[in-house]
T-cell receptor, first 114, second 112 residues
Framework: GAGVSQTPSNKVTEKGKYVELRCDPISGHTALYWYRQSLGQGPEFLIYFQGTGAADDSGLPNDRFFAVRPEGSVSTLKIQRTERGDSAVYLC????????????FGPGTRLTVL | AQSVAQPEDQVNVAEGNPLTVKCTYSVSGNPYLFWYVQYPNRGLQFLLKYITGDNLVKGSYGFEAEFNKSQTSFHLKKPSALVSDSALYFCAVRGNNNDMRFGAGTRLTVKP
C-alpha cells in the first residue's frame, strides 16, 4: 500500500514569505506527527495530531508555525514570515494510534529560505 | 524528560563483521524504544522497537537490539554487516505525549 507522502519535495522561498507543506498519511492512521530535521541532527518534534485535533503542539518553535488537519487525514504545516533559520527538512509521520505503534515517515520536504 | 543519546557519530566496520550501534536512554517510567534507519534521499524507516517482554528484540533486515535496564542501553546489533547497511541510524524513545525523541544519529559505514 501507499506510504506517507509529502509535497512538495523541495521548496525554495525568500525570507518573509509564507509557505505551506502538505502531508498525506497512510490511510486509516489516526495519529499524525510533524518533525523538523536540521543537517547533522535527529528529527525534532513539532506537533502531534490525534484525529482532527492537535493533541500536542509544544514543539512548535513560535507562533509563525501552525498546522491543521481539518478532516483527520491530510495535514498542512504553515509557516508565516519565513526566516533563514527555518531552513530544514520537514518530516511527517503517521501511526495507527498514538500509543506504542511505530511511526511511518514520509520522504520529507526540504525547505530552503534564502 | 525522555531522551536518548548516541555516543558515536560514526561507526566503521568491514563487511561480514558484526556491528554495534550504541544508544543509551534516560526516561521517567517505562521506556519505549525504537531504532530507525535513514538512507540518502529517503525517509526514516522503522527497524525495531522495545515495549515490553524479551530483552532481545529482532527487527527488519537482520537487525536486533538488546534492552539492558541496568545499563539503560538499547544497542543495535547485526551479526554480519553488509555494504548495503551503510546509512544513518537513529535511536528514539517515545516522549510523554506520544511524540518520538530522537538521538543525533550514527553514521554507519560498511566497507567491502
Amino acid at each position: 500500500g501507499a506510504g506517507v507522502s509529502q509535497t512538495p519535495s523541495n521548496k525554495v522561498t525568500e525570507k518573509g514569505k509564507y509557505v505551506e507543506l502538505r502531508c498525506d498519511p497512510i490511510s486509516g492512521h489516526t495519529a499524525l506527527y510533524w518533525y523538523r530535521q536540521s543537517l547533522g541532527q535527529g528529527p525534532e518534534f513539532l506537533i502531534y495530531f490525534q484525529g482532527t485535533g492537535a493533541a500536542d503542539d509544544s514543539g512548535l518553535p513560535n507562533d509563525r508555525f501552525f498546522a491543521v488537519r481539518p478532516e483527520g487525514s491530510v495535514s498542512t504545516l504553515k509557516i508565516q514570515r519565513t526566516e533563514r533559520g527555518d531552513s530544514a527538512v520537514y518530516l511527517c509521520a503517521s501511526s495507527r494510534s498514538g500509543d506504542y505503534n511505530e511511526q511511518f515517515f514520509g520522504p520529507g520536504t526540504r525547505l530552503t529560505v534564502l | 524528560a525522555q531522551s536518548v543519546a548516541q555516543p558515536e557519530d560514526q561507526v566503521n566496520v568491514a563487511e561480514g563483521n558484526p556491528l554495534t550501534v550504541k544508544c543509551t536512554y534516560s526516561v521517567s517510567g517505562n521506556p519505549y524504544l525504537f531504532w530507525y534507519v535513514q538512507y540518502p534521499n529517503r525517509g526514516l524507516q522503522f527497524l525495531l522497537k522495545y515495549i515490553t517482554g524479551d530483552n532481545l528484540v529482532k527487527g527488519s533486515y537482520g537487525f536486533e537490539a538488546e534492552f539492558n535496564k541496568s545499563q539503560t542501553s538499547f544497542h543495535l546489533k547485526k551479526p554480519s554487516a553488509l555494504v548495503s547497511d551503510s546509512a544513518l541510524y537513529f535511536c528514539a524513545v517515545r516522549g510523554n505525549n506520544n511524540d518520538m525523541r530522537f538521538g543525533a544519529g550514527t553514521r554507519l559505514t560498511v566497507k567491502p
